[in-house]
């Protein structure tokens, strides 16, 4: 029974236990079914007057009422990444909505115990980085589940690790309140450390905070160090997986939004490629040895030019401000379509030895860091006063 009775809200068909959360536009509760007896997630939303100070004036039950009716009318089905709604309603005071409990954090199904919290992404990495199986398991549900809504012509407008919830142990993206069809002129609305600077928060917005979530998974510093890699960089470019993954939330965090993927569709799909890619070239590893023995075998100028190849690796680039081209060696790097690569990119395949680096940025002066040996340092950093 809540402790609180007098201060607790009333909702039909559910005994509100305790709150489990809190946020600008309503707070989250933990309740029971009185027909059932089953344990849900219950949103309340003050009709009126209930914005924080922020957001003075602000309508937070019509704001949800409208992007829960988005959700309705344009999902015809729900989706394993996205967490159920199971019924809207609303009292004299509130908006309320029943969803999905999420898993509690110890690992276990949702309990009505004093000890239950809701595990959520924000919460396991409070623990630090995740490992690289957790990382690709997590990236590709977010995704699925985000370019579900988007296919469905919406935008979520508020990707970030404290709306991503565990629910049987899997993903699932939640907080539906800043859902909004996806459109030229939607406003700039959301967690700001989650926006991209373009400020355009369209498919392309989502995919910039899903790329940032993705870097906070890999790399278990905050969305405000991207691209940073602080001690894990070795590690991240070494193993194959999270390489593909870092890939992926450098093009998602592309300041120019054209660089971006265009939705989430996108990039699951170049996700999936660029790991079947990967998984291929590992494939071919045992043939390689096989026919570097052959070579071997044929004398031993054939063994000193195997020994010389010079051992390619991954290095990532960082300015600020962001946008510089890269120069190594007095040569300006581009990709495979003959675009420049800007800073922040990680280019592939380098040899591992000493390079001469200088970054160019329009309007400013060049920006030389001198020597720097790949086989040792994998993160390129500089910065214009």
């Not at 996205?82 to 019924?87: A, E, F, M, P």
Request: hydrophobic share 40%; aromatic share 6%.
């Amino acid at each position: 029974m809540n402790e609180n009775a007098d201060q607790t809200p009333q909702v039909s068909d559910f005994d509100l236990i305790r709150m489990i959360g809190e946020g600008g536009f309503g707070q989250v509760w933990l309740a029971k079914s009185q027909a059932t007896g089953r344990l849900r997630a219950v949103k309340v939303i003050p009709l009126r007057g209930g914005g924080s100070a922020g957001f003075a004036g602000a309508d937070p039950a019509g704001r949800e009422i409208c992007s829960i009716t988005r959700l309705e009318a344009n999902l015809g089905s729900q989706h394993a990444n996205l967490l159920n709604i199971h019924h809207v309603g609303k009292t004299a005071e509130h908006l309320f909505y029943v969803m999905d409990l999420a898993d509690d954090v110890g690992g276990g199904a949702g309990t009505d115990d004093a000890g239950y919290r809701p595990s959520s992404l924000h919460g396991r990495l409070e623990s630090g980085r995740l490992s690289g199986d957790e990382c690709l398991q997590y990236a590709r549900q977010l995704l699925a589940g985000l370019a579900f809504l988007h296919q469905s012509g919406m935008v979520h407008r508020d990707v970030k690790p404290a709306n991503c919830l565990f629910l049987g142990g899997d993903l699932k993206l939640a907080d539906f309140g800043l859902l909004t069809e996806a459109g030229p002129q939607v406003s700039r609305v959301g967690t700001q450390s989650y926006m991209p600077p373009d400020g355009r928060m369209d498919a392309r917005a989502d995919v910039y905070a899903a790329g940032l979530v993705i870097y906070e998974m890999l790399s278990g510093l905050p969305a405000e160090s991207f691209p940073r890699l602080g001690k894990s960089a070795q590690e991240i470019v070494s193993d194959p997986t999270l390489d593909v993954l870092m890939k992926l939330a450098l093009r998602a965090c592309e300041p120019d939004p054209r660089k971006r993927f265009s939705d989430a569709q996108q990039m699951h799909d170049e996700l999936e490629a660029n790991l079947l890619a990967t998984t291929a070239g590992r494939s071919r590893v045992p043939r390689r040895a096989m026919l570097a023995g052959m070579v071997l075998a044929l004398g031993l100028v054939a063994v000193g030019f195997w020994a010389s190849r010079p051992r390619l690796v991954h290095v990532n680039f960082v300015t600020h401000p962001f946008e510089a081209t890269v120069w190594l060696d007095d040569t300006l790097q581009v990709d495979d379509d003959g675009t420049p690569y800007k800073t922040p990119c990680t280019i592939t395949d380098l040899p591992a030895r000493v390079h001469d680096v200088v970054f160019k940025h329009d309007g400013l002066e060049d920006r030389g860091v001198g020597s720097q040996d790949f086989a040792k340092q994998r993160r390129i950093e500089a910065e214009w006063e």
